[in-house]
């Protein structure tokens, strides 16, 4: 099975890794960080280096067995070659800014008013998430972004853990998503903002709340009696961190 450095380490932007499969314009590696699209968040893009040769990846994604494909153009390396696999860094580090964001910000719905996550979806500007709330208000959404804003200036870390898959269903707080979404392996791996909230996620994410900089709402719309849809945009106030 490919090494995903991604589920550990959101900061590797780039890796040496070995073609396994290279076929109908898709390269697998034994080892990427690249991010495969899922879960609400778009894959990543960059480039598969060898030597002078660029191959562009314009697109990653998995099957079903946990196999990740990158489609490329401009060719393809050959099998067993060594390659340099290379992320679009700004891009991916706007993803995570706001995948982080989305979790504060459902964090705080589900610590105030125990809401629960029906979707959502992350652009490079903007990220959006349907929220499963009763009796919401205009009261409601204020106090969600006002302790949404806390907990980014309280900078509190950003943690990765993989569980056991019992201790996880025995806590549902942690499930907060379609259920369709939950991996068969015994480990499940965990976004914990440290202190405040943790929940069952397979996206990439900064390691601090700073880094996320102020959220703020940019389109609110009811999808629905209990269904709400809450659109986010980040000020430019965060603290940046680079690759390694």
Known sequence: MVDRLYLTD????????VVIQAENNLVQLDKTCFYPEGGGQPSDKGEVVLGDRVFSVIE???????????RVTGGLPALGEKVVARINWPLRYAHMR?????????????????????????????????LRIEDFSKEKLER???LSNTVVNEKRRVLVKFVERQEVQSNPGLLRVDPSLYP??????IIEIEGFDAQFDGGTHVSNTEEVGSILLSKFENKGKTNKRIELV???DGV?????
């Open 240 to 244: 940046v961190r680079g690759p390694k």
């Open 184 to 189: 068969s392996s015994e480990k499940m791996r």
């Open 98 to 130: 706001h995948h982080t964001a989305l979790h504060i910000v459902s964090g705080s719905a589900f610590v105030l008013y125990g809401a629960k996550i029906t979707g959502s979806r992350i652009y490079a500007d903007r990220a959006r998430m349907d």
């Open 144 to 146: 969600i972004f006002e």
């Open 10 to 17: 959101s900061y590797v932007a780039q890796t040496e890794s």
């Open 60 to 70: 990653v994604y998995k099957d079903d067995r946990e196999n990740v494909y990158h």
């Open 234 to 236: 980040l000020g430019s």
